[in-house]
């Protein structure tokens, strides 16, 4: 089975803080994919990564960063935490090779910024 | 990327085949329709998915019209562990390879 893992299942930070939130794969997937998922706003892609240091902006990358030095690990950073990041982050991979092959998600990590 | 449309919510009767619709009417040739479900606080469980011939697995059946313009999930014997929301996506099977949710149904499998 394919095993996505999120390094924790709740996190509470301060604002201003740089938050590491870790994703480790062990199925040798090229993509890699961070979401955040909010009541009524569904998931919404953060960044993703097609191979190891290449990453591309999803549709709402502002005060995120990420980091893939190896195949298995895609780490998403918060700079400075900002209550508004209060969320819960999900991260996906899957194979490369187009449309035709499913991502497999992490159980989520439940971020509080105080 | 193609857009989805599906219900809010959907009830189902224990043991009785749950058939959730999806529209998708601004699909392209090449763009694949999934089916995930997420059950509370759980990450997305992938279920199943098609290009444009009807697909099936233990978990479920997937019924694509012949104009590809809607799809329609079917669970044939719901049970009490069904009860989750339901995301259909539309993916482009090129460039950017994103997967592109939406708010997905509520379904809630009664006893």
């Known amino acids: 089975d394919v095993k996505v893992t999120q390094s924790s299942r709740y996190l509470v930070k301060r604002t201003g803080e740089k938050v590491f939130l870790e994703c480790v794969q062990d199925m040798d997937h090229e993509n890699m994919f961070w979401y955040r998922q909010d009541p009524g706003l569904g998931l919404r892609l953060i960044y993703f990564s097609y191979d190891v240091k290449m990453k591309e902006k999803g549709d709402i990358p502002e005060g995120y960063s990420v980091s893939r030095e190896k195949k298995e690990r895609f780490s998403l950073i918060l700079e400075s935490a900002s209550t508004n990041q209060t969320s819960m982050y999900l991260c996906?991979?899957?194979?490369?090779?187009?449309?035709?092959?499913?991502?497999?998600f992490g159980q989520g990590t439940r971020l509080t910024v105080v | 990327d193609a857009k989805t449309t599906q219900p809010t919510s959907m009830d189902c009767a224990e043991g009785r085949a749950a058939n959730l619709p999806c529209n998708h009417s601004t699909i392209s040739g090449n763009e694949y329709v999934y089916w995930y479900r997420q059950i509370h606080s759980q990450g997305p469980q992938y279920i199943i998915h098609?290009?444009?011939n009807n697909e099936t697995n233990e978990m479920a059946s997937l019924i694509i019209t012949e104009d590809r313009k809607s799809s329609t999930l079917i669970l044939p014997h719901a049970t009490l562990r069904d009860t989750a929301v339901y995301y259909c996506i539309v993916r482009v099977p090129s460039g950017t390879y994103k997967y592109i949710f939406g708010t997905g149904t509520r379904l809630k499998v009664l006893a």
């Open positions: 098609g290009l444009k």
């Open positions: 996906a991979s899957s194979l490369a090779g187009g449309g035709n092959t499913e991502a497999f």
